[in-house]
């Protein structure tokens, strides 16, 4: 049972665009969630969290929005630079009684100069 | 500030031997402590995970095991190694639940492993 998935496996984007990442889960006791960035043979860097008590969460050109009626997720990136280009991961957290992190599948984002 | 060390970075083994990869965490203590591993086109499979010296608590049923013998080192062996293990391998960590709940996980830069 995949409780984090994200069904685009990659994306195109063009230099200076905005690049959205999506992100679904099933598990309505998620409340903590978290993007990373992966570079091939790297271990996946922490970008951006949120928690279930906010919708919208900005770090300079990283914003992550929280939908929690429809269990979504999305990851803003503007405005996106040929850096970007790696592997983007979403997880999720239940805080209560668990400390498991589970990560969904990665969206491979490419940003075209 | 923290850190995580892990090796080796690359590892080649044949079936049937034995694994031992190692981590180790430095500028905190009490680490809640992972492994996850990466299989080839897929996303990240949680194996084991510590919240203490001796807790371990195990993910998925296979042929690893983990430990914790120090409270900042966590070991993921395997006493026989199978093909389907072969896939790159990462320790992270996070902060205990009372010093800050919503802590982020943070990796370590992983271990390719090839069976052979």
């Known amino acids: 049972d995949q409780q984090v998935k994200q069904n685009s496996p990659s994306l195109s984007v063009q230099e200076g665009r905005i690049s959205i990442l999506n992100c679904d889960y099933t598990?309505?006791?998620?409340?903590?969630f978290l993007w990373y960035k992966k570079y091939p043979a790297e271990g996946p860097t922490f970008l951006i969290s949120?928690?279930?008590?906010?919708d919208k969460n900005e770090d300079g050109r990283f914003t992550v929005f929280l939908n929690k009626s429809a269990k979504h997720l999305s990851l803003h990136i503007v405005p996106s630079q040929p850096g970007d280009s790696a592997v983007y991961f979403c997880?999720?957290?239940?805080?209560?009684?668990?400390?498991?992190?589970?990560f969904g599948t990665g969206t491979r984002l490419k940003v075209l100069a | 500030s923290q850190t995580i060390h892990q090796w080796p970075a690359t590892l080649v083994q044949p079936v049937g031997s034995p694994l031992s990869l190692e981590c180790t965490v430095e500028?905190?203590?009490?680490?809640?402590l992972y492994w996850y591993r990466q299989a080839a086109g897929r996303g990240l499979q949680l194996l084991f995970y510590?919240?203490?010296?001796?807790?371990i608590s195990s993910e998925v049923p296979q042929n690893l095991s983990a430990s914790r013998p120090q409270d900042r080192q966590f070991i993921l062996s395997s006493k026989k190694l199978l093909l389907s293990d072969s896939g790159f391998y990462l320790c992270a960590w996070s902060a205990r639940r009372d010093r800050g709940w919503n802590s982020p996980l943070h990796f370590g830069n992983g271990t390719r492993l090839t069976v052979t």
């Open positions: 949120i928690s279930s008590i906010k």
């Open positions: 510590s919240v203490g010296i001796g807790q």
């Open positions: 997880a999720a957290r239940a805080t209560s009684g668990t400390y498991k992190y589970i």
């Open positions: 500028g905190t203590s009490n680490p809640n």
């Open positions: 598990n309505s006791m998620f409340d903590y």
